[in-house]
């Protein structure tokens, strides 16, 4: 059975090197990701790697940790405010607070995680250089509404990310 093995190794040699090689090349500059929150409504993402993204775009980004993630964990959202945007926000009473970027709403902050852990909402007023506004759409999405998440800054950005499924 070993001949075998390796005589199908010595033959589709070139082959397999090809393929380790494209496999290596392709880790370099794409990644895929598997998003395991109901933040967003995809659920595997690619991701562009070293690409800045633009207001609209997906985003995937280094979280720089504090609450119920670890440090250095991926997050994925949406770009919804560049540098040079305006937040701001909007006190609805008891904690809660509806965010606007350029006037734009882009999502009700609460005063507490569904596990009940307190949350600061986000910072507000311009969109400081080399830094982003991350959002998604759900409620429970932990973002740029929050002080945990805040401004993103560009050297945490990972790349552009598309939606696949």
């Known amino acids: 059975m070993l001949n075998l093995i390796y005589r199908h190794l010595a033959k589709n040699a070139p082959g397999y090197l090809w393929l380790l090689a494209i496999g290596v090349l ?8 598997i998003n395991v929150s109901d933040s967003l409504s995809g659920k595997v993402y690619l991701i562009q790697k070293g690409v ?18 670890a440090p250095e964990a991926w997050f994925l959202k949406r770009v ?25 709403s882009v999502g009700r902050a609460k005063p ?6 307190p949350l600061m909402p986000g910072p507000t007023g311009t969109i400081p250089p080399r830094h982003y506004y991350m959002a998604a759409p759900h409620p429970d999405s932990l973002d740029s509404r ?12 990972i790349g552009r990310a598309f939606q696949i499924l």
Do not use: C, M
């Open 146 to 157: 929050y002080a945990l998440v805040g401004w993103v800054d560009d050297e945490h950005v």
């Open 80 to 104: 919804t405010g560049i540098a040079g945007a305006n937040v701001s926000s909007v006190d609805l009473g008891s904690g809660y607070a509806e965010f606007f970027v350029d006037g734009k």
């Open 52 to 69: 800045k993204p633009e207001l609209g775009d997906f985003a995937a980004f280094r979280y720089q940790g504090g609450g119920p993630y």
């Open 112 to 117: 507490k995680a569904k596990s009940g852990i």
């Open 26 to 33: 392709a880790g370099r500059y794409l990644a895929v990701s």
